[in-house]
């Protein structure tokens, strides 16, 4: 079994949140100048940071070699799920009160489009 940090779904989901986050920050950048980038690039960070958490949780919760139960996988992905949106929550919390200058459109667009991207997870099989 591949650990979900290694895991092609994992990595194919970076990949595009990070794509993405790049691609608003580089736009936000051009519309509104460098906070809105840098608010941008933020609000991606949150995503992508989470989807590590989100990953490491669910290998915690998977045990090499021994079969997992159908209700001990959804109680894993739940835990994972659960830290996931603790891990979002803090984030924005952190930045939306340390980051005065913070464009919300730019910050709030990028978060919004690298969470849909999550979702991507599920084009990509582990072979």
């Known amino acids: 079994m591949t650990p979900p940090l290694k895991s092609r779904p994992i990595l194919t989901v970076l990949r595009w949140q990070a794509i993405a986050t790049l691609a608003i920050a580089a736009a936000s950048g ?8 840098l608010s941008a690039a933020l609000g991606g960070l949150v995503t992508l940071s989470s989807t590590v958490v989100y990953a490491f949780v669910l290998g915690l919760g998977l045990k090499a070699g021994s079969p997992a139960s159908a209700g ?3 109680v894993t992905m739940l835990r994972a799920e659960g830290a996931k949106v603790l891990v979002i929550i803090l984030q924005l919390w952190l930045v939306l009160t340390t980051y005065k200058d913070v464009v919300l459109a730019a910050m709030f667009a990028a978060f919004a489009i690298t969470v849909l991207l999550f979702s991507t997870a599920l084009l990509a099989r582990d072979n």
């Open 30 to 37: 051009l519309w509104a100048g460098p906070h809105a980038a």
């Open 72 to 74: 001990a996988s959804i």
